[in-house]
């Protein structure tokens, strides 16, 4: 399945495609007069927003997105992929972000190794990933398809709406040869991906499901059933 942009653009402005990046942005909040680097920044959402308080360089590989991107707040725009990483200088960031992009890569590794590169010793990086466990309860409370759910527990990817086949993979695994430690994660989307999109242009859900998303972002088990799971990682 080729990426649909226009569907992506389009899911993004939805209550629950804005209610993603309000926990998000809730989760970033102390990221702060650093020098930092987005890769795979989309439309330029979480860069746009950290660029209030930060140096920001985002990477994007798609063309189009980059076309469309947000920019309220001054941040340097690249379009590229490995290459655009290789031309950076060692250790010259202190925040790395790559938010749902690892899922949709065949270079994983080299795209990681690259991270450890170019985080300085200390540095952090964000991940934000597909959970199996979401993906799985989502199928089958949300989308009431219990085959394509036992094909997800079989390995099966999961081909999401408009991006494309979505691969999951270890982030311990990915990570275990290279100066990088987990420290800490965080779930996004625990509840609202499980509810009928009836109930999410009422007005008040957004602030109310807000709310009870941040209650238990950090909670076991809740955590552990969100959909995306944001993960913090250190250079040693």
């Not at 590989?61 to 200088?89: F, I, K, T, W």
């Not at 300085?120 to 959970?131: A, E, F, Q, R, T």
Request: charged share 25%; hydrophobic share 40%; aromatic share 10%.
């Amino acid at each position: 399945m080729v990426a649909n942009i226009q569907a992506y653009l389009e899911n993004l402005q939805q209550p629950w495609g804005q209610l993603y990046y309000d926990i998000l942005f809730e989760q970033l909040k102390d990221i702060k007069g650093k020098r930092l680097l987005d890769f795979g920044s989309g439309f330029g959402l979480v860069a746009n927003h950290l660029a209030k308080e930060n140096q920001v360089l985002a990477v994007e590989p798609n063309e189009e997105m980059v076309a469309l991107r947000v920019q309220d707040h001054p941040y340097q725009q690249c379009v590229g992929s490995l290459d655009q990483l290789a031309s950076l200088e060692d250790a010259s960031f202190e925040v790395i972000l790559c938010h749902n992009v690892l899922e949709y890569v065949e270079d994983r590794k080299a795209i990681l190794k690259e991270f450890t590169r170019l985080l300085k010793p200390g540095g952090l990086l964000s991940i934000v990933k597909h959970n199996e466990v979401g993906r799985v309860l989502q199928t089958v409370v949300f989308e009431n398809d219990t085959r394509k759910a036992l094909a997800l527990l079989a390995g099966q990817d999961l081909e999401t709406h408009s991006m494309g086949l979505a691969q999951a993979y270890d982030l311990d695994a990915a990570v275990e040869d290279l100066a990088l430690e987990v420290k800490d994660y965080q779930g996004i989307r625990v509840f609202y991906g499980l509810q009928d999109n009836r109930f999410k242009g009422q007005e008040g859900w957004r602030k109310s499901m807000l709310q009870m998303e941040l209650a238990v972002c950090q909670e076991p088990p809740y955590r552990d059933m969100a959909f995306f799971q944001h993960y913090w990682l250190t250079r040693s």
